[in-house]
């Protein structure tokens, strides 16, 4: 039998015991040993869903996930999941942009469930192998560093460029890493927590700011002495965290907005962007990049595995749920095969 963890609506998690899924043709079935808590999971917990989509049926949330291959030719194989089923037919998935697909299935979201169980069915081209030094947990914070390499594309971050990363969650904290590696010179972070600040620090950024400080804007011009960043990743959801960004970029520069913001509309100082004459990107959680990150962390170029601080059994999901909503520590992550 398979283990569940539903979500009924808002702040309502029930487990339940359900059939174990039958594979079908190109499928695997993946025993799921880890799952970490994205920010998304968190507005669906605590909002009942993301801008205009709302919870349409109990749904098994979950899709930062890895687990073990049980049956069929990968028997026995620890695998990274990718969250993300593109048609690979439509004209964005042929003109690659997978991400944008037209009829892409995503774990945890609409009709499919995801990872926050004992047993899920996944194509099996959607796999990733996991390298012998990496753990479970760093298989699921694969996914995260996927979005972050996703979003450093899209910066098209120079070389020797001075960056910043407003909100350092999990994904802002794994950008400081990936623009490091990209060839950033100097990296600029905020957050209003303080041990996330204190994360910043220690995952390489060189100044690290409290929005909520009464010194912000001089502590944003100080940063490159009034030139300005050349990229700006917002990560945090908010409007003051978009106009932060516009704040720091320099004229001609980039701002990536990758945070979700609660509501589905989200505003930017027009005036000044315009008069800097900005480049916007949106960022859609990513492109085909898991060979890229599994490559950044067996490197040593981004450690993933700092960024657990708490761990939970499946059948605490409702725990696991609130102490992630609560912003304590850094990534939660439920381990359904943890007694």
Known sequence: MNTTARLHGIRDIRLATEPTPVPGPGESL?????????????????????????????????????GVVRGGPLDGVRVAVDPAIPCHRCDLCRAG?????????????????????????????RLHPLPAGLT??????????????????????????????????????????????????????????????????????????????GDLTAGLAAFTEGRG?????????????????????????????????????????????????LTFAMVRRMKEVYPRAIALVTGGRADVRALVSHRYPLSAAAEAFAVADARQGLKVVIEPTRA
Not at 102 to 110: E, L, Q
């Open 30 to 66: 993946v025993e799921v040993t880890a799952v970490g808590l994205c920010g998304s999971d968190l507005h669906w917990y605590a909002e009942g869903g993301i801008g205009d989509a709302r919870i349409a049926q109990p749904i098994v949330g979950g899709h930062e996930m890895a």
């Open 97 to 125: 942009h997978p991400n944008l697909c037209r009829d892409i299935v995503f774990a945890g979201h609409g009709l499919r469930d995801g990872g926050l169980q004992r047993y899920l069915l996944w194509p099996t081209d």
């Open 136 to 213: 479970d947990a760093d298989g699921a914070m694969l996914e995260p560093l996927g979005v972050a390499v996703h979003a450093a594309d899209l910066g098209h971050i120079p070389l020797g460029a001075d960056v910043a990363v407003l909100g350092c969650g999990p994904i802002g904290l794994l950008l400081i890493q990936v623009a490091r590696a990209a060839g950033a010179a100097r990296v600029l972070a905020t957050d209003p927590l303080p041990h996330r600040r204190d994360a910043a620090v220690a995952y390489g950024a060189d100044v690290v700011l409290d929005p909520r400080a």
């Open 229 to 277: 960043a050349d990229v700006a990743f917002e990560i945090a959801g908010t409007d003051a965290a978009i106009a932060a960004a516009v704040e720091v970029v320099r004229p001609g520069g980039r701002v990536v907005l990758g945070g979700i913001p609660s509501t589905d509309q989200s505003a930017f100082p027009a005036a000044a962007a315009r008069r800097k004459g």
